[in-house]
């Protein structure tokens, strides 16, 4: 299937199986000519669908982890500006 600028597009089944076949030893070349997929395609689908275990029960794909790493800057930012209302509204005795 042809994409816009003559790139192909592949399915997310396909990417995944890809990556799965590197994952399980294929290397780049073999996977470019079998499947004629380009080494940026490919780098991109490793990068992004690698899996991560993190315990025994707990895998998780890079684009997890990257949503993870969001939410947690978004909640980190909320609670700096929460420590800061505190600090504004919070009445301080002249004894202090």
Known sequence: MSGKNGQRKYSEDFKKTIVTLYESG??????????????????????????????DDTVLTAQQIKALQKRNAELEEENLILKKAIAIFTPHSDRD
């Open 26 to 55: 294929k290397t780049y070349s073999d996977i470019k000519k079998e499947y004629g997929v380009s080494s940026s395609a490919l780098s991109n689908w490793v990068r992004k669908y690698s899996q991560v275990k993190i315990d």
